[in-house]
T-cell receptor, first 113, second 111 residues
Framework: AQSVTQPDIHITVSEGASLELRCNYS??????LFWYVQSPGQGLQLLLK??????LVQGIKGFEAEFKRSQSSFNLRKPSVHWSDAAEYFC???????????FGAGTRLTVKP | EPEVTQTPSHQVTQMGQEVILRCVPI?????FYWYRQILGQKVEFLVS????????KSEIFDDQFSVERPDGSNFTLKIRSTKLEDSAMYFC?????????FGPGTRLTVL
């Protein structure tokens, strides 16, 4: 069965600093990978997704993620963090038919001024 | 821009009562989902629904839960007899092909 591990529960970065959120997955076939962001009291917003092709995917709000099959990772990056990026970030893995999508436990991002 | 909507935003109920959480998926979507997020924990898949039947469900989705698409627009989650541990945020999602679009959630509080 598929699973997702986000090793960092909470990360604090300074505004303007770079960011990398880690995600490792376990899946028997070709994974469909997603990053979602959740602001307090809000629903989940898709940042980016990977299905196939170029392993470096660009998303909204200046985020990107790189799929590394050899490491079973799909880390999220942003070169310069803004205060508005403070939120909870979830990595998720799903099947081709999008059933039974599994989420990681989430990483809470705090941005220091 | 089309979006998934959910009502109510917050539902408070007594233990043992039935609750129905409502969702209006995006109109041309064919796949519908319910997820649960207990406070401070991960988002957990409950059930997926396609062509008027459940296509996948998790171990959480026991006999106390049911889903229905009563008409062409609504998608509901019913919890027959709520327990304290059902207190959570419930998210509905819909998709056409690959990307799932999530609603804002319904916070269920069971007293």
């Amino acid at each position: 069965a598929q699973s997702v591990t986000q090793p960092d529960i909470h990360i604090t970065v300074s505004e303007g600093a770079s960011l990398e959120l880690r995600c490792n997955y376990s899946y028997g076939a070709t994974p469909y990978l997603f990053w979602y962001v959740q602001s307090p009291g809000q629903g989940l917003q898709l940042l980016l997704k990977y299905f196939s092709g170029d392993t470096l995917v660009q998303g909204i709000k200046g985020f990107e993620a790189e799929f590394k099959r050899s490491q079973s990772s799909f880390n999220l990056r942003k070169p310069s963090v803004h205060w508005s990026d403070a939120a909870e970030y979830f990595c998720a893995v799903g099947a081709w038919d999008n059933n039974d999508m599994r989420f990681g436990a989430g990483t809470r991002l705090t941005v220091k001024p | 821009e089309p979006e998934v909507t959910q009502t109510p935003s917050h539902q408070v109920t007594q233990m043992g009562q039935e609750v129905i959480l409502r969702c209006v998926p995006i109109s041309n979507h064919l796949y519908f989902y319910w997820y649960r997020q207990i406070l401070g924990q991960k988002v957990e898949f409950l059930v997926s629904f396609y062509n008027n039947e459940i296509s996948e469900k998790s171990e959480i989705f026991d006999d106390q839960f049911s889903v229905e698409r009563p008409d062409g627009s609504n998608f509901t989650l019913k919890i027959r007899s709520t327990k304290l541990e059902d207190s959570a945020m419930y998210f509905c999602a819909s998709s056409a092909l690959d990307e799932q679009f999530f609603g804002p959630g319904t916070r269920l509080t069971v007293l």
